[in-house]
């Protein structure tokens, strides 16, 4: 018994020494295993993102469309004010597409009813000895005019320097987009009057990014598989047809000199 007990007293060091080189060994796995999986997730914040967001979209739809009560309202976020903007637009245009009505008209009666009410409503309030209504006076801020003139220059003078460079036989693929887009335009125009294609273009505008933005991650899949499919059938047709086409035989310094 002695002896038992003395061998299994010399035994117990080595064992001992034994188990914590392997307790050793596994927290250094487990260490190394957390430094990467660290390291995986660090490297992945600093990662571009993959996707693909539609028309090469980096920033949310909100911030696109101006991120202010414009914005607001195409996209729904104050529910009653949205409602009540396309209810009023809608009741104009049915106003218009089934009374007749001309703009014109529309203005002169529109004032005609106000005018007639707020006299009506200031002469009895002096006979009957109440105060009569207070008008606000209306003074159209000039910055705001002069933003919207500066906007629309800027956006004229795109279209103008596009035309041109389309003009200039310099891009063949925006060329066929252009001509294509304007044979799509004056098609749908045969269609509709200008009032219809206003609306149609104003009910489009509060329907479509709402709509874009609840369901973003499938639309923007289906558009860069169609952007994909496009330009394999424009390489086939490059391949097979513009690239047979007879080039211009005068180059861009003989056009200059001329």
């Known amino acids: ?16 020494a034994s188990s914590e080189s392997l307790r ?9 295993q957390d430094d990467s999986s660290s390291s995986d997730s660090e490297s992945e914040k600093y990662l571009p993102s993959r996707k693909n967001h539609l028309f090469g979209r980096q920033k949310p739809v909100h911030v696109v469309l101006g991120g202010g009560k414009s914005a607001d309202i195409i996209l729904w976020r104050n529910k009653q004010i949205s409602a009540c903007i396309v209810a009023g637009v809608t009741v104009i245009w ?3 597409e089934w009374m007749g009505y001309h703009l014109l008209t529309f203005v002169c009666h529109s004032l005609i009813v106000a005018l007639a009410t707020l006299f009506i409503w200031s002469y009895f309030s002096s006979v009957v000895n109440k105060s009569p209504p ?3 006076e209306v003074l159209l801020p000039e910055d705001l ?3 919207i003139a ?3 220059r800027h956006e004229c003078n795109q279209a103008f320097a596009t035309l041109r460079e389309v003009a200039s036989g310099k891009d063949l ?3 066929l987009m252009v001509i294509a887009v304007l044979w799509v335009l004056s098609v749908v125009g045969s269609w509709f009057n200008f009032l219809t294609l206003f609306y149609i273009v104003f009910l489009l505008l509060h329907t479509v990014p709402v709509l874009y933005e609840k369901h973003e991650d499938h639309v923007d899949t289906f558009t860069e598989k169609a952007v994909v499919e496009i330009n394999k059938k424009y390489a086939v047709l490059d391949a097979k047809v513009l690239q047979k086409l007879p080039k211009c035989p ?5 056009i200059k000199q001329h």
């Open 134 to 136: 207070k008008f606000p």
């Open 24 to 32: 050793e060994k596994i927290t250094e796995k487990i260490h190394k």
């Open 250 to 254: 005068f180059s861009s310094k003989d």
């Open 173 to 175: 693929k925006k060329f």
């Open 150 to 152: 500066l906007s629309l």
């Open 145 to 147: 005019f002069v933003s």
């Open 1 to 16: 018994m002695k002896d038992c007990k003395r061998k299994h007293k010399m035994s117990d060091p080595v064992e001992d």
């Open 94 to 96: 049915l106003i218009f």
